[in-house]
C-alpha cells in the first residue's frame, strides 16, 4: 500500500445567496478568489432550493448575504445555505452580513413583543453557524445575542476618511441626530482631529395631538396610539453658526429624521450640511425626502445595494468591499480584527 500523505492546507471559501451577489463579488475580487459556484431557485410555492456545485468538505466557508429587500427571503436563503454547508461537512462555517435585519428590534419596548434581532442570532446557530461577521449594528449588545464569536466592522474610518478629505476640518462639525448617538459623533470627533460636536435635541410638542393608527409610518419611526404626541425635531444643542456640519447615523431608512435634523441645523446658521450613514435601506419617501432637503451630499456605503432608480446627484456610495476582504482574510488566516472593531485601521 503506498504512502498516505496528509495535507494540512485549509481552504477558503466564499459563497453568496441571492440578495446582494454584486458585493460578494467584490469581496472575491479583493481577496483573489472566485465565489463557489451555486445553485440557487425558488419553487412555485416560494420555497427556497439551494445546492453547492463544487465539495465544500473540511473547508472554511464564508457566507455572504446583506439582508435586503425582500428582507425575510434573504434571511431564509442564507440560513438554508448555512444548513447545507454544515450538512455537507465544512469545517467551520462564518455567516457574513453587511446588513443585520431586524437589529432595531433588539429589546422589549413594552411587554408582549419580541426581541428579534435575539431570534435572527439563534436561527443562524441553530443553522450551524459558527461564527458572525456584521457592520455597523444598529445597537453593540446584539453581539451578545450570537453563541459564538462576533466580528463587528465599523464603517466609521471609511466614512471619516471620505468627509475628512471634502471639507475643512476647522470648520467642521460632527452632528448627531439624537442624543443616543452621541457616543459614535465622539469617535468621529477623534479621527478628525477633535472637531466639535453636536446634538439634536428631540422633544414632543404636547399642542400637536397624535394623528397616528398601528402601523402608520411618521418620519422613521411607526407610531403607536399610546404615544400621546408627535415626535419632532427640536433645538439644535452646540455652535453649528457658520460651520459644516456632518449628521450621522447608523441607517437611512425613510429618511425622516435626517432630513428634519438638516432643516434645524439650516435654520441653526450651519452654512452646509453632509450626511453620512453606513446602511442606506432608502425606504419609501426617503429618496424623494433626501433629494428636496437643503442636504449638500449623502454619503453611504454599499453595505445594501442601492437600485438605479434610487441613485441621485448628491448621493455619494462608498464601497465597503475591502474591509470585509480584510476581515475575512484574518479571520481566515487566525490573525487578529481587533482594529477592525474598534474603528482604526
Request: aromatic share 6%; charged share 25%.
Amino acid at each position: 500500500m503506498g504512502e498516505i500523505r496528509l495535507s494540512s492546507e485549509k481552504r477558503l471559501r466564499l459563497f453568496t445567496g441571492r440578495g446582494y451577489p454584486e458585493l460578494a463579488q467584490e469581496v472575491a475580487d479583493q481577496l483573489g478568489i472566485p465565489l463557489t459556484p451555486t445553485s440557487a431557485y425558488d419553487f412555485a410555492n416560494g420555497e427556497i432550493f439551494v445546492r453547492f456545485e463544487e465539495s465544500v468538505r473540511g473547508c472554511d466557508a464564508f457566507v455572504i448575504q446583506s439582508h435586503t429587500e425582500p428582507l425575510n427571503k434573504q434571511i431564509m436563503e442564507q440560513l438554508i445555505m448555512v444548513d447545507a454547508l454544515k450538512r455537507a461537512s465544512a469545517k467551520r462555517i462564518t455567516v457574513v452580513v453587511p446588513f443585520y435585519g431586524y437589529a432595531r428590534q433588539d429589546k422589549k419596548h413594552r411587554g408582549r413583543e419580541p426581541i428579534s434581532a435575539r431570534l435572527i442570532a439563534d436561527l443562524f446557530k441553530t443553522a450551524g453557524a459558527d461564527r458572525l461577521m456584521t457592520v455597523d449594528l444598529h445597537t453593540a449588545q446584539i453581539q451578545g445575542f450570537f453563541d459564538g464569536p462576533v466580528d463587528h466592522l465599523f464603517a466609521l474610518p471609511l466614512l471619516t476618511n471620505y468627509v475628512g478629505s471634502k471639507v475643512d476640518r476647522s470648520r467642521l462639525t460632527i452632528v448627531s441626530p439624537d442624543s443616543g448617538r452621541v457616543r459614535v459623533a465622539e469617535r468621529w470627533s477623534d479621527l478628525l482631529g477633535g472637531c466639535p460636536i453636536a446634538f439634536i435635541h428631540k422633544t414632543r410638542d404636547p399642542l400637536i395631538p397624535n394623528e397616528a393608527v398601528v402601523g402608520r409610518v411618521v418620519g422613521d419611526k411607526t407610531r403607536d396610539p399610546l404615544i400621546p404626541n408627535e415626535a419632532v425635531v427640536g433645538r439644535v444643542v452646540g455652535d453649528v453658526a457658520g460651520r459644516t456640519c456632518v449628521v450621522i447615523d447608523d441607517m437611512i431608512d425613510t429618511a425622516g429624521t435626517i432630513t428634519k435634523a438638516v432643516d434645524a441645523l439650516i435654520d441653526a446658521g450651519a452654512t452646509e450640511v453632509l450626511v453620512a450613514a453606513t446602511h442606506a435601506v432608502l425606504s419609501g419617501p426617503a429618496v424623494e425626502r433626501l433629494k428636496s432637503s437643503k442636504v449638500a451630499e449623502v454619503v453611504i456605503t454599499n453595505t445594501l445595494p442601492t437600485s438605479d432608480a434610487n441613485k441621485f446627484d448628491k448621493l455619494t456610495i462608498l464601497s465597503i468591499a475591502p474591509l470585509l476582504a480584510r476581515a475575512i482574510k484574518e479571520v481566515f488566516e487566525d490573525g487578529s480584527v481587533t482594529s477592525l472593531f474598534d474603528g482604526h485601521s
